[in-house]
């Protein structure tokens, strides 16, 4: 996946990386999760600067699709199976000890602990991913600015 941004800082902390600046992808335009109710559609990314750009420079931003379907898997469908798995693994043993009723909460509560803990691990993960460059957008080159949005196409062909 390649994207078109703007380089508003190099990174001291991180040799070698900057942080660009682009618009979000229209789908995440249209969901809304993070940006409730604000038209502001800018994202800041760290990315390692392989061209050496410089502070306000346009720049291409590549992170590969596997990278991108593993970190969305990663991210969303590992803490739906912990969720299923955890509320099914609950009821079979809450159910004979506790009413119904009663069981299905704790299964519940387990379910949502488990996720919970399933999410603080995956953090931990993202960490040690950060570390070794695993997931990391590269900012392959540089490109002269954009004159309209049309030219920000969210993905470049």
């Given at each position: 996946?390649?994207?078109?941004?703007?380089?508003?800082?190099?990174?001291p902390s991180?040799?070698?990386?900057?942080?660009?600046?682009?618009?979000?992808?229209?789908?995440?335009?249209?969901?809304?999760?993070?940006?409730?109710?604000?038209?502001?559609?800018?994202?800041?990314?760290?990315?390692?600067?392989?061209?050496?750009?410089?502070?306000?420079?346009?720049?291409?931003?590549?992170?590969?699709?596997?990278?991108?379907?593993?970190?969305?898997f990663i991210?969303?469908?590992?803490?739906?199976?912990?969720?299923?798995?955890?509320?099914?693994?609950?009821?079979?043993?809450?159910?004979?000890?506790?009413?119904?009723?009663?069981?299905?909460?704790?299964?519940?509560?387990?379910?949502?602990?488990?996720?919970?803990?399933?999410?603080?691990?995956?953090?931990?993960?993202?960490?040690?991913?950060?570390?070794?460059?695993?997931?990391?957008?590269?900012?392959?080159?540089?490109?002269?600015?954009?004159?309209?949005?049309?030219?920000?196409?969210?993905?470049?062909?």
């Amino acid at each position: 996946m390649d994207r078109i941004g703007q380089i508003v800082q190099i990174n001291p902390s991180q040799k070698g990386t900057a942080i660009v600046q682009m618009r979000r992808h229209t789908a995440c335009a249209t969901c809304g999760a993070c940006q409730i109710g604000e038209e502001n559609l800018d994202l800041q990314i760290e990315a390692i600067n392989q061209a050496s750009a410089l502070i306000g420079d346009w720049v291409i931003v590549e992170l590969g699709h596997q990278s991108v379907i593993k970190a969305a898997f990663i991210a969303y469908t590992i803490p739906l199976i912990v969720l299923v798995l955890s509320i099914l693994a609950g009821l079979w043993i809450f159910t004979p000890l506790f009413n119904k009723d009663l069981a299905e909460l704790l299964a519940f509560g387990l379910g949502v602990l488990l996720t919970g803990i399933s999410y603080i691990v995956i953090r931990q993960f993202d960490q040690r991913f950060q570390r070794e460059g695993k997931f990391q957008s590269i900012i392959t080159s540089k490109v002269d600015e954009p004159t309209s949005n049309d030219e920000m196409k969210e993905d470049l062909q």
